[in-house]
């Protein structure tokens, strides 16, 4: 029952003469705007936008939503993305007029509210991280990476040490490496052990007096915890580096275990993921970084902190010998209200049990999965695990990418598919802590009928939703990315 | 409260699934010196209707332009927002979706931001527009490293003087472990000078950035700049306000190669910063060297009109360090209400919160500048802001206002140092910024204030 018409482009939708908002006219004398403005920078005419009613913007968008899956709609195991439920709560809260219509340039004397709850949310991730430096700013997950690769060169530099390398493993996000030549660094890659971890020997061979950075995601994108993280921050911190957490998957350890108890110098957070941010299509997100005692003079500024002998009063700084800024204003603050209401509703225990359940939920699904999809990796998993489709790629004919575009018919989204590169046909699932028993095992049921299905079949799904399997080689050769464009075809 | 949803029974259930015994276990995997021995020092946990009241209570402590009349600018402005992109963008299927990997799964988000693409390419006058960046700050940065990866040219980019100052703070920052010479040239007349840029510019500079409007409200002689970087073989860049070509030439007329703007304006509220909504656009040669993501139009297997994410080689999850850019979570939400609003306002509503805009700002300032010890800074065209100077300094100034349930500014002293604007001015000098939001009646308030 989709609606053809309210779909359409919007460019197709237009007709010359129909208006949705109107505005009051001038109560100002009404000046001719050319006397205001040089006529050399005033425009003919405004520009070609599309002309419509405000009903058919809304059904337009209306209809659109319905084409998306989304965590209030579906069970979206993202591996990764931690898709975790959105508590309403948090949209009411977020948009009470003392947040959401405050100027960003108001002075600290009239926003004690708000620098309240943002102090609050410092010490608290500061508390869940153990690393007590914390700047708010960045916006999202790779732009914390990028703030804190920043104030790792910044204190390299106040050292009077010329440091060029960052090394991750190969099972890193794609972002380690893309922060890391951003920053000016290059890239060193180390490819992991049979058992998908760090593989120590080679680290010690690649460890120098030229390592700025060691960048490891833990628990690592195999949803396994590195249990060698001591010794290898020992044998970065031996070389006088940094150890970078990326904090990706602290869905799995808030509440169990600290970066900053296990040899992280700095990480970040995905207020969007973790703190259930929530993800909105694509963001935004936040991501706040927290760092040892020693970098925190680094940090990008303001950052909040109780005003010196008045410890009810709040104020912004900037750090003595910050970086500087990474963008423009505070931070994503409207994210980061969300997260301080999560982190507010669960508490310490909640925030422990929030991580366990995800553990058992992963743990639980991974079991019921593993018949058909085995894990090579670690007898059990924390909050995600990555299986692999290569048995039925070479008994059947089946890859993953043809079992996740059949999942989309049954009523689920699918999990991140050939990510981490390290392993063969994967299939990363990442359930949370917020599905019940009866959703996994609906899910469960689902992949098994669907291995039990023909392989034309399954290269031909999804057969039920509005579309079905894009063309990508010529749109990449001759991209269209406007209505223009569409048009001058 | 964790909102967790499995009960005891099922929980021993799913252990027994696992072949464990207790949750412990299965935290085994972590190391036990590793674990922590007790509780996080957090703050109790709250109920719904307990963290309502909390937030109520902190919500009241702050000063809201909702109940005040908003004269801020320097960034970010008091944009009236209709209600539908409220309404649009609270649907949990936009707003609870992720990043559109799974093109069949997503085809609402892809719709929307393949129209977000054409109609912000269409207010900039350029060929294409990316689905978003974070911020008009990082995205001014972004926008100097493409134009560094379009010519090829490592050795210096110049900066006009009267750039949004946080954003060439940023841009000194992505460029601080670089061998790129960042050179700002000073604008104490309130816009450049060109032969200021002349002496500057050589033959391995990679673009000239210039803001119109600028920081201080101000007219650039946009297209004179611009002829004078393709000169030299350079990119112009441009950062603009998204609202200000309802009246304006757009940044393609005037010869920019690439543009960015902060689109907080269109339709996103003001929320202390952030989220806000980066724009970068360009010409059509430049395509694959956009930082960020695209949305393409294709067919699918039954040659049905469908939206896919295109020129995904570029990106940090295939690219990895040789990616245009690191940005993976963009701003998708805010890029969803600024293509909401602007299918509201269609031409003629944009045409009208310029041009309403831009009055009331000329009718403040006419009637400030009747005030004792008031003038504007520059005498300069402005758009919809201007320096204000106060003789009894810009603090004085926005105290005043304050008083009245007015807020001015940010004053100059608040902001980093700018070149060309000397250390007495910047104690006395403040912006004014004036949106279609304003009435008359709020300026005359405004202007008691400060008599």
Same mark, same amino acid.
């Given at each position: ?86 508590p309403k709560r948090h949209e009411r809260l977020s948009r009470l007029p003392g947040i959401v219509d405050v100027h960003p340039h108001q002075t600290a004397t009239n926003i004690q509210g708000l620098l309240e709850l943002l102090y609050e949310m410092q010490q608290m991730l500061a508390e869940i ?361 | ?318 690219? $990895?360090?040789? /990616?245009?850019?690191? *940005?993976?979570?963009?701003?998708? =939400?805010?890029? !969803?209400? &600024?293509?909401?609003?602007? %299918? ?54 926005? $105290?005043?206002? /304050?008083?009245?349930? *007015?807020?001015?500014?940010?004053? =100059?002293?608040? !902001?980093? &140092?700018?070149?060309?604007? %000397? ?29």
């Amino acid at each position: 029952m989709r609606n053809r018409q309210a779909t359409q482009l919007l460019s197709e939708l237009s007709h010359g003469g129909r208006r949705a908002a109107v505005f009051p006219p001038s109560d100002v004398p009404e000046w001719p705007i050319e006397d205001l403005l040089p006529s050399e920078a005033l425009a003919a005419a405004p520009p070609a936008l599309p002309e419509l009613a405000e009903p058919d913007v809304v059904r337009h968008f209306v209809n659109l939503s319905t084409l998306n899956m989304s965590v209030d709609t579906h069970f979206y195991p993202l591996g990764s993305c931690t898709m975790k439920y959105n508590p309403k709560r948090h949209e009411r809260l977020s948009r009470l007029p003392g947040i959401v219509d405050v100027h960003p340039h108001q002075t600290a004397t009239n926003i004690q509210g708000l620098l309240e709850l943002l102090y609050e949310m410092q010490q608290m991730l500061a508390e869940i991280s153990g690393l007590p430096g914390v700047s708010l700013q960045p916006a999202a997950g790779a732009h914390g990476e990028l703030t804190a690769l920043y104030v790792a060169a910044a204190y390299f530099r106040a050292k009077g040490e010329h440091r060029t390398k960052v090394i991750f493993p190969a099972s890193a996000h794609g972002t380690n490496p893309a922060s890391a030549a951003m920053a000016g660094f290059e890239c060193v890659e180390l490819k992991e052990t049979a058992d998908g971890f760090v593989d120590l020997e080679q680290l010690k061979q690649h460890v120098d007096d030229q390592t700025a950075v060691f960048m490891i995601t833990n628990p690592n994108t195999l949803g396994l915890f590195e249990r060698d993280i001591p010794e290898i921050a020992r044998i970065v911190h031996a070389a006088g580096g940094l150890v970078y957490i990326d904090g990706a998957n602290m869905n799995a350890i808030m509440g169990i275990t600290r970066p900053g108890d296990f040899g992280g110098d700095m990480m970040h957070y995905n207020v969007h993921k973790t703190f259930t941010g929530p993800h909105g299509a694509g963001g935004p997100g936040s991501g706040p970084i927290c760092v040892r005692d020693f970098l925190a003079e680094y940090l990008p500024g303001p950052v909040i902190r109780v005003r010196p002998g008045d410890d009810r009063r709040f104020e912004l700084v900037t750090p003595a010998h910050s970086i500087g800024r990474v963008r423009s204003f505070f931070g994503n603050v409207g994210i980061l209200v969300r997260g301080y209401c999560y982190l507010r509703t669960l508490g310490a225990a909640g925030v422990r049990a929030a991580a366990e359940h995800a553990i058992l939920n992963a743990n639980y699904l991974k079991e019921l999965l593993s018949d058909v999809l085995p894990s090579a990796h670690g007898e059990h998993c924390l909050h995600e695990f990555v299986a692999s489709a290569e048995r039925l790629a070479k008994e059947r004919g089946i890859n993953a990418m043809d079992i996740a575009k059949r999942l989309l018919d049954y009523g689920f989204h699918p999990p991140t598919v050939y990510f981490p590169l390290v392993v063969p046909h994967a299939m990363m699932f990442e359930p949370t802590e917020t599905e019940s028993k009866a959703t996994l095992d609906a899910f469960s049921d689902a992949v098994h009928q669907i291995v039990q299905e023909e392989a034309e079949t399954l290269r031909s799904a999804p057969l039920t939703l509005s579309v079905s399997r894009p063309e990508e080689v010529n749109a990449t050769r001759k991209p269209v990315l406007t209505w223009t464009a569409c048009t001058k075809d | 409260m964790s909102y967790l949803f499995t009960t005891a029974d099922e929980q021993q259930q799913m252990l027994q699934r696992i072949g464990v015994d207790s949750l412990q276990t299965l935290l085994d995997q972590i190391p036990a010196e590793l674990q922590l021995k007790q509780p996080l020092d957090l703050p109790r946990a709250l109920t719904e209707l307990e963290l309502e009241q909390h937030l109520r209570e902190l919500s009241t402590r702050n000063a809201s332009a909702s109940s005040r009349a908003c004269f801020m600018g320097g960034g970010a402005y008091d944009h009236f927002i209709p209600s539908v992109v409220d309404e649009i963008t609270s649907r949990g299927e936009f707003y609870t979706a992720y990043t559109p990997y799974q093109a069949e799964a997503s085809q609402g988000t892809l719709q929307a931001f393949f129209e977000f693409q054409s109609m912000i390419a269409e207010l900039s006058g350029l060929d294409v527009a990316n689905a978003s960046l974070y911020d008009g700050g990082s995205g001014a940065a972004e926008a100097v490293l493409m134009a560094i990866r379009c010519t090829g040219r490592l050795g210096r980019v110049v900066v006009v003087g009267s750039t949004n100052p946080e954003y060439v703070h940023t841009l000194q920052t992505y460029l601080v472990n670089k061998s790129t010479e960042l050179v700002v040239v000073p604008t104490p007349d309130g816009t450049v000078n060109l032969a200021d840029l002349e002496a500057v510019i050589n033959d391995q500079t990679a673009c000239i950035l210039v803001q119109h409007p600028n920081f201080f409200g101000c007219l650039e002689d946009v297209a004179s700049i611009g002829k004078l970087a393709h000169q030299h073989g350079a990119l112009l860049v441009q950062s603009f306000d998204p609202l200000s070509v309802g009246l304006l030439k757009r940044p393609g007329e005037l010869g920019a190669d690439i543009a960015v703007a902060e689109g907080q304006s269109l339709g996103t509220p003001l929320q202390f910063g952030g989220p806000y909504l980066g724009i970068l656009t360009c010409r059509q040669q430049f395509v694959r060297k956009m930082p960020g993501r695209l949305i393409g139009q294709t067919v699918d297997r039954q040659g049905r009109r469908c939206f896919f994410l295109n020129l995904q080689a570029r990106e940090q999850h295939i690219r $990895r360090e040789g /990616a245009t850019s690191n *940005i993976c979570t963009n701003q998708g =939400l805010m890029a !969803l209400r &600024a293509t909401v609003y602007l %299918s509201l306002l269609g031409p003629l509503g944009l045409k009208e919160v310029a041009e309403l805009s831009c009055r009331k700002a000329h009718y403040a300032a006419d009637r400030l500048c009747q005030v004792e010890g008031c003038e504007r800074m520059f005498a300069g065209p402005f758009f919809k802001e201007f320096v204000l100077k106060y003789s009894l300094g810009a603090d004085v100034a926005i $105290r005043k206002a /304050a008083a009245a349930g *007015i807020d001015i500014g940010p004053a =100059l002293s608040r !902001l980093p &140092a700018m070149e060309g604007v %000397s250390e007495a001015d910047r104690d006395q000098c403040l912006l004014v910024a004036v949106t279609e939001s304003r009435t008359k009646a709020e300026i005359d308030r405004l202007v008691t204030a400060l008599s």
